[in-house]
C-alpha cells in the first residue's frame, strides 16, 4: 500500500517538473491494486490535468458519411462486412443533413464538426464530395473541421487539407502486440504510414483506441506510449460495446474502475494532451464519467455516435460544467 503510493508521488514529482515518465515507470503504475493506491493515482492524475490542460472542454460531433459495407475485418466493428450485425448502410448521407448537423453543433456551441466514413478509404469522387462538404461547413458555420476516412495517402490527405481540414483522425485502437488479434485487413504500420503522411502536410493527429476488447490492464499502458509516436493532439478513448454479430460480442464488459485507471495512467504519459470521452462512455455511471472528468478526460464527442446513440449536447454542457469545465 504505502509502495503504491510512493510509486505515485514520485512519478507525480516527474510530471510536474516537466520530465517524461519512462515505460518503465507507466508499466508500474499499471500494476498498482491497492485502494489507497489507485485514490492516490486519481488526485494525482487531476493535478497534472490542472497544471496542464486548459479549463476550456474541447467538444466535437460527428456525422457518420457513410456506413456499413467495409472491407476490413476489425473484430470490434458492426459496420465490417464480415459479420451480420445488421447495421444500417448507406453510401454517402444527403447532404442538406450534414449542412444541418453541423449548423445544430455551430449554435449549441461545440468546436469541432468531423465527418466519419466507414471502409479502408474513402477515395476518388466520395472524397471530393466529402472535401466540398467540409469546406462549405467551415465557410458557412465557422467551426473547425476534421475528418476520419480511413487509410489515405499523401495526395489525397493534401485535398483535405486543401478543404481547410486541419485535423485528421486515425486510431491505432490497441496495443502494438494486441491488434493483429483484431484485425488482419491492415496493421499498425498501415495506420502509422497515415498518420505519417497526415503529419508531412501539417494536419493535427486525432488518434486514441478502444479499451475493453480483452487486452490487459498493461496492454493498455502500451498503447498510451505507442500513442508517444504520433504525438496526437487528441486521444480519443472508447469503451468497447459488445456489438450482436461481431466475434467480441460475449466480451466481459469493462469495469468502471479499470476505465478511470486507464484515463489516469493516459494523462501521466500524456500530460497536456486532449483526452476525449468517445464510443461507450453512456453505460458508465455519471458519477464516474464526471470523475474522469476531473482526472484526465479534457474532450469528447457529444451528441450521437456512429452505430450508438449518445447524451445530448445539453446533457455533456451540465456534467463538464459539473466537472469545473467551460463547455
Known sequence: MGNDIKKVEEALKQVMEGITLDE??????????????????YEAAEQITRKFCPKK????SIVNARSGRCSENCKWCAQSAHFDTGCHTYELIDAEEVRRA???SAVNGVNRFSLVASGRAVRGKAL??????????????NISTCASLGLLT?????QLWDSGVHRYHCNLEAAPSYFDKLCTTHTHADKLATIAAAKRIG??????????MGETRRQRVEL???LRQVEPASIPVNILCPIPGTPLENTPLLSDEEFLITVAIFRFAHPAVQIRFAGGRARLSHETQVKALRIGVNGGVVGDLLTTVGSTIAEDREMTQEAGYDF
Open 154 to 158: 499523401e495526395a489525397e490527405l493534401q
Open 203 to 212: 494536419f493535427e493527429v486525432c488518434s486514441g483506441g478502444i479499451i475493453g
Open 224 to 226: 498510451a506510449i505507442a
Open 102 to 104: 453541423a449548423h445544430d
Open 128 to 141: 471530393a464530395q466529402m472535401c466540398s462538404l467540409l469546406k462549405e461547413v467551415k465557410e458557412t458555420e
Open 24 to 41: 518503465e515507470t507507466l508499466y508500474s503504475l499499471s500494476e498498482i491494486d491497492s485502494t489507497e493506491g489507485k485514490q492516490a493515482l
Open 57 to 60: 472542454f474541447d467538444s466535437c
